[in-house]
Every structure is written in C-alpha cells, then in structure tokens.
C-alpha cells in the first residue's frame, strides 16, 4: 500500500521558472491539499480538492495553481517561480466519510535561486 | 480570518516527566481540533483528536482537552519518551462553509518538544 507520495523530493529551480509538484495517492480520498510549511508559520493551506474538477483556495493561494482531472492526482503549479515560494510543501489527502483524520506526503522541499 | 496560537514553541522536559502544549483559537464555531507530530524529515501525523461535544479524551500516553469557553484546547504528554522528540502541530477546523462543507484545517506555529535522557 503506497498511500500518498510526492515527486521530487528536492528540486532546485530559478526565479521566473515553472514548477510542478506532484501529488499522488492510492487510497481513492475525495480530499486532497496542499500545503506550505515554513518556520514560524507551521503550515499554511494552499489549495485544495474536494473531488475531481473540484478545487478551491486556501490560505495562500496567490502564485500557485491547481488542478484534479483525476481523483489520485493533485499537482501543484509555481507559474512563474519567486524567492518567497521557498519552502517545504506539503501533500495530504482524506477520505469524505468516517475518519477525519488527513493523511500527509513525505514532502517536497523546493528551493527558489 | 480564523487564528490559533501555540505555546510554547520549544519545550524540553526530563524523560518520564509529562509535556505540556497549549492552543488557543478564536473562531467560537470551530469544531474539531487534531494534534499532528512531525518527526524530522516526515510528513505531519495526526496522534490524537477531538470534537467541540467532548471535553477530554485519552489514548494511552497522550490525552487532549479543551476548553470551549475558554477556546483554548491542550494536548498533554505523559511517561515521556525519547521517541516523543518532536514538532507538534495543533490545529481547528472553523465553521462549514457554503460550497463543499469545510475541509479546512488552520494550524499552529508548532512546538519542538526534546525529550532529554
């Protein structure tokens, strides 16, 4: 059972250049998020995904974008890379009924020259 | 916006001494407040839970209570252990919102509990 898993796990990139953050799971949750951790904010919701072609924002949605054309995937957009969007990110998912528990990926720690 | 605030943010405490973290959040319509440890280098892990009709509840070590009128909710450590070196997040769910319920968590700043041998 693979659960929730993220790709990269480190990634390097330049101001003004795209990223994607890639999020997947195996548990068929209708929830899935992200999140950014940073010291002294803890974490912040990004975006998130109640279903497929279901989205919405967070906390700190601007420079990111979103999509979920199916239910396992969540991929996270840095359109156009800043310094500010250094950070640890954050993947979970949950299921829409019993446990609210969220379930979170291993992370992804993105650094922005 | 809905706001919770942790305290403190780094706490060391002598092995099998109890821990101690406190919460305070400031939306009266919250509903369900987890704890997640992070360990180093790992994703957050939900340890305990509880809902806004419940005052307190226990599983095993770890127990956490909350106030509502006070709005502020505690999560206490027992008979610590090494392997409770760690970050510890609380956070709150606010009141539902009008499109798909309300799935949102707003978390604390977190605390770094060291537990010394």
């Known amino acids: 059972d693979a659960g929730i898993t993220q790709s990269p796990r480190y990634k390097i990139t330049e101001t003004g250049r795209q990223v994607t953050l890639m999020c997947h799971q195996t548990w068929s949750h209708s929830y899935m998020f992200w999140y950014r951790q940073d010291l002294g904010h803890g974490l912040r919701l990004i975006y998130y995904?109640?279903?497929?072609?279901?989205?919405d924002k967070g906390e700190v949605p601007d420079g990111y974008v979103v999509s979920r054309s199916k239910t396992e995937n969540f991929p996270l957009t840095l359109e156009s890379a800043t310094r500010s969007q250094t950070s640890v990110y954050f993947c979970a998912s949950r299921n829409r009924a019993g446990s609210e528990t969220q379930y979170f990926g291993p992370g992804t720690r993105l650094l922005v020259l | 916006g809905e706001n919770v605030e942790q305290h403190p943010s780094t706490l060391s405490v002598q092995e099998g001494d109890s821990a101690v973290i406190k919460c305070t959040y400031s939306d009266s319509a919250s509903n369900y407040f987890p704890w997640y440890k992070q360990e180093l280098g790992k994703g957050p892990q939900l340890i305990i839970d509880i809902r806004s009709n419940v005052g307190e509840k226990k599983d095993q070590r770890i127990a956490v209570t909350l106030n509502k009128t006070a709005k502020h909710f505690s999560l206490h450590i027992t008979e610590t252990q090494p392997e409770d070196s760690a970050v510890y997040f609380c956070?709150?769910?606010?009141?539902?919102?009008?499109?798909?319920?309300?799935?949102?968590?707003?978390f604390g700043t977190g605390t770094r509990l060291t537990i010394i041998p």
């Open positions: 995904s109640a279903a497929a072609d279901i989205t």
């Open positions: 956070a709150d769910r606010g009141p539902f919102l009008s499109n798909f319920g309300n799935e949102k968590l707003t």
